[in-house]
């Protein structure tokens, strides 16, 4: 069984940074293709960026382009996400998300099987 545990999130002040880590565990971690996804209060869950199992092709929301940078370690079983230029509209709860699948990255909610519990995200203005 997929287990995913976020890290990372916290409270930082417009234009800062903050770097996310999801540890992968249970399976072969180079067989899935991982994505960010976040969810603000009252709003749905939106995709942020995701890579394939290599790491090798990466896709971002156009909101985060420029911002934010996705990266996997397939010697440590974990993806990151590079938060920089943080927004206050950026605040939500950060969530990662596997799927055994080698083909490319994929923005839709439902091709992913795992989710972790999420870490929170909160950007001051």
Known sequence: QVQLAESGGG?????????????????????????????????????????????????????????????????????????NMLKPEDTAVYSCAADQSFRGPTRERHDYDYWGQGTQVTVSS
Do not use: H
Request: aromatic share 14%.
């Open 11 to 83: 409270l930082v002040q417009t234009g800062g940074s903050l770097r996310l880590s999801c540890a992968f565990s249970g399976r072969a971690f180079t067989s899935y293709r991982m994505a960010w996804f976040r969810q603000a209060p009252g709003k749905e869950r939106e995709f942020v960026a995701a890579t394939s199992y290599s790491g090798k092709t990466t896709d971002y929301t156009d909101s985060v382009k420029g911002r934010f940078t996705i990266s996997r370690d397939n010697a440590k079983n974990t993806v990151y996400l590079q938060l």
